[in-house]
């Protein structure tokens, strides 16, 4: 007989059951890149491209777009020596509540890892994760033998369920930031179990004035910006909330800028009164500690903040909706101070990449996890935080 688990009132499962709980703590893991899960991604992204429900949302199509049959094919590569890989087992995901499809990431790069997951779904309720539990179910449908790979759930702060699917895993994924990761560490993992974290993270721009103002897209560069910010509302740790500009002609650059990015946002974004508060009082504070000074403004879909020297103390006076900290700096040499051990992400624009990496490693930052291009800070990777994922989910047996 297989024992049924401890039966919890406060569990919902949007994908699975109780009874496909029971079954994964049974199911072996898989080599890494196994041919099974290759095939359900596959077939997963299909049913996304082609999905009329799913085509309304933007950061879906994206998800559908990262696990293609190509774009595997190129992921593998990285990891295409390496036959002797295989899951830990399960993974017990805990998702951000501000990013709607951050859960799913999460739990197909365990999948590729080769191991189960349960998946406690966002706290926010986002119509993408509806649209993904019914594609997953549907594609499920076709491999009937991986069911027991996937248990998305939803509870409230429940510490005995946390504790529960934490004693059930090998691996627990945090996203969510300090506090989140704090609540959670109090439930013991078991003893061969490991953890990966994804804490309180911020992220910056760096945009050349000259090579901008001699771009003839502006309008694309616009919504790219606008792609790494607006639509998360700046609170995926991935959003700049730091503009840097290099360069001579600044100020010409800037007014270009921030009305090309204007005029995209007024076309798109909605402005709630709680949202034109918190960056008020984000000036407030700011203000009242550093030299800066508000740039007018005709509305309050951007609110610019000028600063005269950036300082890491500065991080910690961010807010979201179209808030940004700008500054110009004479040499990259003068961003160091935002890139300690909470910065993520540099953005940039006009800037070899090439001697941007080495000028920032000469830095010897305890930060910066990510170097990408304008509007593609979104781009999930499986190396993450500078975290390998895939190595970090599976183990090695080793043969001498």
């Avoid at 029971?22 to 049913?47: D, G, K, N, T």
């Avoid at 539990?133 to 248990?151: D, K, M, N, V």
């Avoid at 609110?303 to 909706?321: F, I, N, W």
């Avoid at 000469?362 to 304008?374: E, F, H, K, S, T």
Wanted: hydrophobic share 45%; with cysteine.
């Amino acid at each position: 007989m297989i024992p049924m688990r401890q039966h919890f009132d406060s569990v919902t499962y949007a994908l699975g059951s109780a009874e496909i709980e029971v079954q994964m703590e049974r199911v072996c893991p898989l080599l890494v890149f196994s041919e099974e899960a290759c095939a359900f991604l596959s077939a997963l992204s299909a049913r996304i491209l082609k999905d009329a429900e799913a085509k309304a949302f933007p950061d879906v199509m994206t998800l559908g777009f990262w696990c293609r049959p190509a774009a595997l094919r190129q992921m593998y590569r990285v990891y295409e020596a390496e036959k002797n890989r295989i899951g830990r087992g399960i993974v017990f995901h805990i998702a951000p509540s501000n990013v709607a499809v951050n859960f799913a990431y999460s739990c197909l790069a365990a999948f590729l890892a080769g191991n189960a997951s349960v998946v406690r779904l966002p706290s926010k309720d986002f119509p993408q994760v509806d649209v993904l539990c019914r594609i997953f179910a549907e594609t499920l449908a076709e491999f009937p033998a991986l069911f027991p790979y996937f248990l998305f759930v939803r509870y409230g702060h429940v510490q005995e369920v946390n504790e529960h699917y934490s004693r059930m895993c090998q691996t627990r994924v945090v996203w969510g930031g300090d506090a989140t990761i704090d609540t959670i560490r109090r439930a013991p993992l078991a003893p061969r179990a490991n953890e990966i974290t994804f804490a309180d993270r911020h992220s910056l721009a760096v945009l050349d004035a000259d090579a901008y103002l001699a771009a003839a897209d502006k309008a694309r560069i616009a919504q790219d910006f606008y792609n790494d910010t607006y639509l998360s509302d700046q609170n995926a740790c991935t959003a700049p909330h730091f503009v840097i500009w290099l360069g001579t002609a600044v100020a010409a650059a800037q007014e270009v800028f921030w009305n090309a990015l204007h005029e995209f946002v007024g076309a798109r974004y909605t402005m709630q009164a709680v949202q034109a508060v918190d960056k008020l009082t984000q000036i407030y504070r700011l203000g009242a500690c550093f030299e800066v000074r508000q740039v007018p403004a005709e509305d309050n879909l951007i609110t610019r903040v000028r600063v005269a020297k950036l300082t890491e103390e500065m991080t910690a006076y961010r807010a979201g909706s179209g808030f940004f900290i700008e500054y110009r700096a004479q040499k990259l040499a003068e961003i160091r101070p935002l890139c300690g051990i909470s910065c993520q992400t540099l953005s940039y624009y006009g800037v070899q990449r090439d001697a941007l990496l080495q000028e920032i490693l000469a830095m010897r930052p305890a930060g910066v996890d990510r170097i990408v291009p304008l509007g593609r800070t979104m781009d999930f990777a499986l190396v993450w935080d500078g975290i390998d994922l895939i190595r970090t989910m599976s183990r090695v047996v080793q043969v001498i």
